[in-house]
Nanobody, 121 residues
């Protein structure tokens, strides 16, 4: 079993910054990709940013130049630095990891519990 613990988020005015972190623990042999998704009320969950084990990154067009994803492999942790926040960034943000488990060496996808980010105008 793999557990994800998210921290960060909160409320900020437009133009401000917030940071998120997500630590993975449990039966992990190797973490492949790590990422962040978000879901606003009445919308589908969408990819915000992702980072591979080789540190290749992918961003949604709406956050390019404002958000930065990074990871610390020694801590099994992924971070999301969010700058120049806009009201449309308001959503619940979910951590996502794809791992190879240490039991049976299977690939599994796991989600964090979600953390609220609210940006006021």
């Amino acid at each position: 079993q793999v557990q994800l613990v998210e921290s960060g988020g909160g409320s900020v005015q437009a133009g401000g910054s917030l940071s998120l972190s997500c630590a993975a623990s449990g039966s992990i042999f190797r973490i492949n990709s790590m990422g962040w998704y978000r879901q606003a009320p009445g919308t589908q969950r969408e990819l915000v940013a992702a980072i591979t084990s080789g540190d290749s990154t992918n961003y949604a067009d709406s956050v390019k130049g404002r958000f930065t994803i990074s990871r610390d492999n020694a801590k099994n942790t992924v971070y999301l630095q969010m700058n120049s926040l806009k009201p449309e960034d308001t959503a619940v943000y979910y951590c996502n990891v794809v791992v190879i488990t240490s039991r049976l060496y299977r690939v599994g996808t796991y989600w964090g519990q979600g953390t609220q980010v609210t940006v006021s105008s």
